[in-house]
């Protein structure tokens, strides 16, 4: 992520995008799949590069946007949508599929769920909702710049 933020803030934004999401979703997906450690730990490093450098790049958009008499207001509300919400929903989706992949083990006396890697499938799926709001932010943009 710190090689790509320097092409990241001289080129344009929108070309690194898709490909970091798609990267990311590769990684995710890897996880799902893969149960040895060192291929876990390649498919964890491609997820986590990924991650970082498709937030670099979102955080770069965003500060573009943000009006410079603003910049204070804009953190607050930055924090919602990339730690309050992530926050909220993320557990119970997290919950909802560990407690659907019907593992369990007994600790102390108390039945539990095993964690399955079924939660980076669901990962992955999440993922490709972020094309939603991209489409109509790159479509608002394009607009704009017709202007």
């Not at 590769?26 to 498709?54: C, D, K, P």
């Not at 949508?81 to 557990?91: D, K, N």
């Not at 669901?122 to 943009?141: G, M």
Request: aromatic share 12%.
């Amino acid at each position: 992520s710190v090689f790509v933020g320097r092409k990241v803030t001289a080129k344009n934004k929108r070309q690194f995008f898709l490909p970091s999401l798609a990267i990311l979703v590769v990684g995710l997906i890897g996880l799902f799949v893969t149960r040895s450690a060192v291929l876990v730990g390649i498919a964890g490093f491609v997820m986590m590069s990924a991650n970082l450098v498709f937030t670099a790049v979102l955080n770069a958009k965003v500060r573009d946007h943000t009006p410079l008499d603003k910049v204070g207001h804009f953190q607050g509300i930055r924090m919602i949508f990339y730690v309050l919400i992530p926050m909220v929903i993320g557990p119970f989706l997290g919950a909802a599929v560990i407690e659907n992949g019907g593992a369990t083990y007994f600790d102390l006396g108390v039945l539990k769920p095993v964690p399955t890697p079924g939660i980076f499938l669901a990962s992955a799926l999440v993922c490709l909702f972020i094309l939603i709001p991209l489409w109509f932010a790159w479509k608002s943009e394009d607009k704009a710049s017709l202007q």
